[in-house]
């Protein structure tokens, strides 16, 4: 299982990478995994500000839909417009082609909050 050492993770399997005060976000290899294959991305949040936490967007795979939730608060200031084409680049490169989001922070102190890829590999029992 792929868990990048340079990315911060939540407890709701996405993972986020920070340059300057703009994060962006997609989900995990292991989140992808458990979806299995994504017909579809929706995010309707774009130029938003959402708290930490709040849904900002849904991953519909063929069997399940699931909720996207913000890891940090801020403002969507990006949304992956390929993946409105091509869903599948979730499954087939979640950490680079298939991100999701990008975030312009509005409380950085949150960073510290995330867990690391050590902190997320106990969390999935890797």
């Known amino acids: 299982m792929n868990i990048p050492a340079d990315l911060k993770y939540t407890k709701d399997h996405e993972w986020v990478l920070i340059e300057g005060d703009v994060a962006t976000v997609g989900i995990t ?46 403002e969507i200031v990006e949304f992956n417009t390929a993946l409105e084409d091509e869903p599948e680049k979730v499954n087939s490169d979640p950490y680079g082609d ?8 509005s409380d950085a102190s949150q960073v510290e909050d995330l867990l690391s890829a050590e902190g997320y590999k106990e969390l999935i029992g890797g």
């Open 29 to 74: 290899d292991f989140a992808q995994g458990e979806l299995g294959d994504i017909v579809y991305v929706e995010v309707e949040t774009l130029d938003e500000t959402l708290d930490r936490e709040e849904v900002f967007g849904t991953v519909e795979a063929v069997k399940t839909v699931s909720d996207l939730f913000l890891p940090l608060s801020g």
């Open 98 to 105: 298939g991100w999701m989001v990008k975030i312009k922070m």
